[in-house]
């Protein structure tokens, strides 16, 4: 299985970003599939995560901002990111996940080499 990342790149506060996610390997129309971010010096976190009945669920930093959305023809999951803020600055990266029912998504697969968002004027 492998998963890439790509659409990162350096934007000013307030721009948008749309990041991809490309598997092979792996059928993502079939698992639910989530984006993390890990910024200097801190934890990587969630962002967002999609089902593979389309339910979806965000970071309340993100709310409003992000959408995850998947396109299972091309087997692909994106992170539409608007207004972005320099706190939204990371290197982000997606995986398999599982989604439990108190609320916490697991990645199931290791790190691949995710991209880098930095916000900034």
């Known amino acids: 299985v492998q998963l890439q990342a790509s659409g990162g790149g350096l934007v000013q506060p307030g721009g948008s970003l749309r990041l991809s996610c490309a598997a092979s390997g792996i059928d993502l129309s079939i698992n639910a599939m989530g984006w993390y971010r890990q910024a200097p010096g801190k934890q990587r976190e969630f962002v967002a995560g999609v089902t593979s009945d389309s339910t979806t669920k965000y970071a309340d930093s993100v709310i409003g901002r992000f959408t995850i959305s998947r396109d299972n023809a091309k087997n692909t999951v994106y992170l539409q990111m608007n207004s972005l803020k320099p706190e939204d600055t990371a290197v982000y990266f997606c995986?398999?996940?599982?989604?439990?029912?108190?609320?916490?998504?697991?990645?199931?697969?290791?790190w691949g080499q995710g991209t880098q968002v930095t916000v900034s004027s």
């Open positions: 995986n398999v996940v599982r989604a439990y029912s108190n609320g916490y998504w697991s990645p199931l697969r290791s």
